[in-house]
């Protein structure tokens, strides 16, 4: 996400090395690079001008002030400020007042509605502890009712649904109306995909509109799609007046011109980004947040958040007591690791950190390492997992057999979880070795690009 735009604003910055102070000519050569890096970013031309020229007006502006900050981290300073004002400028929540309150989910075809339905119910339910509906309107697409099922029983949402029926208008207003009488605080409408340029569908989704009266009118945009997504948004705006925008597939070879241009376009702010297909993969869009991220800063307020969702502090407590015992196996382990994957992709996780990006280079990381240990551990046998001291090595060739690797892919596996335990064992004991470290590679080694 956004990795070759952040590496030529890095490349725009580096104008300023050796520089002591900002000048027109700096400010030029600079500009001209981080012009050409927006648009390469698929943002549209006449954005990226606006753009530059307000960083322009407000780096010159500030050429005689705070003369102990170096040129490159002011114009950074500037950059960032204006990135984030760009993209909105402060987080949007989205409206669930109401009894029940109604949100409806607009979008084009495969651009990731039903997939966002179930993503936000499942938010709705964790984070704003709202009893949810979800309701099936997508009467055209083969599967989208079953896709829709599968996904409220997964989220523990409820679903209304009527196969038989091909009205959506009269399926929206009989799932309100289900709503009421069984107490749910939200109902979510999931509508069918339409093209921009179909009028009938384009009418259908506004009577929609128009019958449901909903708190908020959702439009999902494939982030993929880059320029051609904010020219649908506001094909979409100027039909449906939507509240906010939903960029999915965040995660995927995105360049970045949607989340950058639409905002501006639209003039509409982005409620919710999506990054992957896992339920939980789906954040409240902050402005601030995500131009840190863009500049290679990193984002570890939305990775403390992230591990906070999944920490559960009672299981904290067992595992603190197994560790000082010296009791921690390979099911705790297991038990760790799936807590981590739920935090979302390992290489977006370690961009989140600050610095992290930068130092490690160009060494690619991916979830695959997750698979090959969960391998190894799930091919001990239930004795085995709770008693690491018995790894023999007639255990460890079975279990490579068992596991499709190597014996040395098991050997290091055993030794690496080996040292980890002992490390965790004795800081446990002595909180004064904190932060030393140890036990690293767990996840096997990132491979070169």
């Known amino acids: 996400m956004f990795d070759n735009l952040s590496d030529r604003l890095e490349g725009a910055f580096k104008t300023f090395t050796g520089d002591n102070k900002i000048t027109e000519i700096n400010v030029a050569t600079s500009l001209k690079e981080i012009r050409r890096a927006l648009v390469a970013a698929d943002v549209n031309y006449k954005i990226a001008k606006e753009f530059t020229d307000k960083v322009k007006e407000k780096a010159l502006g500030s050429k005689n002030v705070l003369k102990a900050v170096k040129p490159g981290q002011m114009m950074v300073k500037i950059v960032q400020d204006e990135l984030t004002e760009l993209m909105g400028g402060q987080s949007v929540g989205i409206n669930v007042k109401g009894a029940p309150a109604v949100v409806l989910i607009a979008g084009l075809q495969g651009s990731g509605k039903t997939t966002f339905t179930g993503k936000l119910a499942l938010h709705l339910k964790e984070k704003r502890k709202m009893k949810v509906l979800v309701t099936a309107c997508d009467v055209y697409r083969p599967a989208a009712i079953d896709q829709l099922t599968v996904l409220s029983e997964q989220v523990g949402a409820g679903i209304y649904k009527e196969p038989e029926n091909k009205n959506p208008v009269e399926i929206a207003l009989n799932a309100i109306a289900h709503a009421q009488d069984n107490k749910y605080d939200v109902v979510i409408v999931d509508t069918a995909g339409r ?33 051609d997504a904010v020219n649908t948004a506001k094909v979409f705006n100027d039909r449906l007046n939507f509240d906010g925008v939903v960029l999915t597939k965040l995660d995927g070879d995105t360049r970045g011109g949607a989340a950058l241009s639409v905002k501006y376009t639209v003039d509409k702010p982005i409620k919710f980004v999506s990054t992957g297909e896992k339920m939980e993969q789906l954040d409240v869009f902050h402005p601030d947040r995500m131009s840190q991220r863009i500049l290679g800063m990193g984002d570890i307020i939305s990775f403390v958040e992230r591990a906070q969702d999944q920490f559960d502090e009672d299981e904290a407590k067992r595992l603190e007591k197994r560790i000082k015992k010296n009791k921690f196996d390979f099911n705790d382990f297991l038990g760790q690791l799936n807590q981590l994957k739920k935090m979302g992709d390992i290489k977006s996780l370690l961009n989140m950190i600050p610095g992290m990006k930068k130092a490690m280079g160009d060494i690619e990381i991916d979830n695959s390492a997750f698979s090959r240990v969960e391998a190894i551990i799930q091919s001990m046998t239930p004795t085995e997992r709770a008693q690491p001291e018995l790894m023999s090595m007639s255990r460890k060739k079975r279990i490579a057999r068992g596991c499709g690797q190597t014996i040395d892919d098991v050997n290091r596996f055993i030794k690496q979880f080996d040292q980890m335990r002992k490390m965790m064992h004795k800081m446990s004991n002595n909180p004064a070795m904190m932060g030393m470290g140890g036990g690293g590679g767990m996840m096997g080694k990132g491979r070169r690009r």
């Open 195 to 227: 093209l921009s340029v179909d009028e009938a569908m384009m009418q259908e989704i506004a009577d929609v509109r128009d019958a449901i009266s909903p708190n908020e009118t959702l439009f999902v945009v494939d982030s993929m799609t880059g320029q």
